[in-house]
């Protein structure tokens, strides 16, 4: 998105409150400067000399999930989501973030090993079918997400390996303004994926698959080799789907719902590959929430709000699993280790029982 094209969509922006009602953050905060338009009217004014770039107006831009969905509510479908992120961009060029944000950059670019060590499969193997890639949350705080997923495809029969050294896939990076790191941070990981030459590139993490399949699509229109890549939920329902996993039974399991993360759904416009195996696995549809699909509700955790601002994701997660409560779901069903990290920690503060899973996790039930 082009600057001319940022400036425009502000100055339309913040004449307009129609959008408001779609502000993860601004519902929990009820603050005007947390709406769309309240972001177009700070820049606007930044533009025009009559502001400057106060700690306070950079703990706005800071507390944006970047969820999408303002633009997706949008008649007009203006890229607030997108003039966020620039934002951030001239915030970290102008050594201006605030120090919890650039910990966390610090932090994802010193680069972390696996942290567990697959029972079936080898580290860094040459020419595997599947090389999977956990991504930086998963690998910190999921060991049971992992720990299924190597269930799994070792009960598929799969070739697959893993990194030893897996490092960033640029996500984070980008989406706090990161730009020149997060570019870098994916040049080193196409590097290591093109020596290990797996004919596909799997994760589970919905704001990997959605950076790994951004970039290797505008890679392949500058003329680089093309890459293969899935999410979990649907390479998962493939091999449901041509039998070379089987369940032996049904997930005991009473009213499930679906919760859409934002990357894989809005942003990725994966939708079905979930629900459809959900079915497969409970022999019955997910409980739709209210707010679903492409309109659902982000859970908090996006544009690393988990690292940068916990506090502020147990409010928005606690206002969507109000829509579990309506719904009288028992069992919440994800496809994003944030958004499972984002429901967990809001939990207590809703004083209700919700097991949460993440698909993978659903898997290891049937087989």
Known sequence: MGIKDIRETTESCKHCFMCRHACPTFLATKLDSHTPRGYALLLSEIDHGLQSWTPSIIERFYQCSQCGLCREDCAYHWAEDEVVRNAREEIVAGNLAPERVCQTASSLLAGHSPGWTPSSAAFDKKGAE??????CSTRQNHPEILQALDR?????????????????CGAPLFEMGYTQEAEEAWRLLLEKVGELRPKLLLTGCAHCYRMLSERSAHGQAAGAP???IMHTSQYIQRRFSNGSLKPKKRAKLS???????????????EFDAPRALIQTLTGSAPLELFHHREKAECCGSGSCLHLTDPQLVKR??????????????HVLITACQNC?????SAMPLEGFGLQVLDLAELVIMVL
């Open 130 to 135: 599947v090389l999977y890639f956990a991504g």
């Open 152 to 168: 799994i495809l070792g009960a598929a029969g799969v070739d697959w390996t893993v990194m030893r050294e897996e490092g960033c």
């Open 226 to 228: 093309s890459l293969s």
């Open 255 to 269: 009213k499930v719902s679906y919760h859409d993360p934002c990357q894989l759904g809005r942003k990725m416009r």
């Open 316 to 329: 928005i997660a606690g206002r969507r699993l109000e829509g579990l409560r309506e719904a009288d779901s």
């Open 340 to 344: 499972k990290t984002a429901f967990e």
